[in-house]
């Protein structure tokens, strides 16, 4: 048995176009490139490998899953519904393949397919058929670093979620007890509560419409209350259940058999175009890389002799990366 450790799967698009968004980082440029979002990104990756130094970091990339949108066009449209947001999504368009290179020369593996976004990836590598297979060689932990809350999904006995933005933590512990102000709008008896709860509530983040007037709070009530989805219709149908909010649920269930399908990681289908990248750490590349973008400061944090090059040579590579080619690659 290869001991791997622990693994930090990192959400890259979300962190970076997230960066966009604060104001020390979206007023950053060079030569009339924007490059707050390369900056904001890789100084998360440093900042969480710190926190985790013996941890292999993974960060995930999304490509275009066409299904959601041939499921639901205006699946993510509000990404683009103003001036403001095309700008700052344009912005980070161009930064990514540069923050892509940055990542590679600092020696942090990165996975991406073409079919398939961040989240079906970290799905496969925490719960998928592959992942569930070789069990012997899994991770001892996994922890998922996103600001997206749709992770929690994931969430097991040996994989917590970080929001690198906020620092607040979720543990299977915390979805379950309600006790956490991370998770906000539960408890929830468990992951499939929780994103059947989504479901009915809908996401606003990505343009998905929910049942009208019922919250993810309400939802995880009333499915504790009926026991499932299936029981609660019944009771409506035999007038068991009056109130407003259950009938509503009980009229929309095809609208929340949608959102099931774009919500649950579960129901996406296997990527079929999955590459995975890695290089050693270079740090004249680095360097000239960060010069050239004009970030001198991160150049000098990138060096020889400094702290990151001595925690990547500490991380477990080899198992790591072999777990996340078994899991994807099966």
Known sequence: ???????????????????????????????GMATGGILGLSQSVMRISALFPKAVP????????QWRKDLFPEYKANRKDTPEKIEIAE???IQAP????????????????????????????????????????????????????DWLQALSETTDWLSPITNKRASLADLSSGESATVDDGPFRDTDDFILAKAIAGDKSDNIDGVPGVGSKTAAKLLARHGDLERLE?????????????REIAKNMALIERNRHLM????APAPQEVGLICESFYATDCNDLCKHLGL???????????????RVLQWPLSAGLDHVEQALWR
């Not at 966009?20 to 440029?29: G, H």
């Not at 020369?105 to 976004?117: I, K």
């Not at 019944?234 to 909010?245: E, N, Q, R």
Request: proline letters at 3%; aromatic letters at 8%; one cysteine or more.
């Open 1 to 31: 048995m290869q001991d791997t450790s622990h693994l930090l799967l990192i959400d890259g698009n979300n962190i970076g176009y997230a960066a966009m968004y604060q104001p020390a980082l979206s007023r950053l440029a060079y030569k």
């Open 58 to 65: 993974i960060v995930l990339w999304d490509g275009h899953a």
């Open 91 to 93: 912005k980070w368009r």
């Open 98 to 149: 540069h923050a892509q290179t940055l990542l590679l020369q600092m020696g942090v593996p990165q996975v991406r397919a073409a079919d398939a976004e961040a989240d079906d990836l970290a799905y496969r590598i925490c719960l998928g058929p592959g992942a569930e297979a070789f069990t012997d060689d899994a991770p001892q932990r996994i922890t998922l670093v996103s600001n997206d809350k």
């Open 234 to 246: 019944a009771a409506v149908i035999s007038g068991a259940a009056k109130d407003t909010k259950s």
């Open 264 to 267: 649950d990681w579960r129901r």
């Open 296 to 310: 001198e400061n991160l150049a000098k944090r990138l060096s020889e002799s400094g702290d990151w090059s001595r």
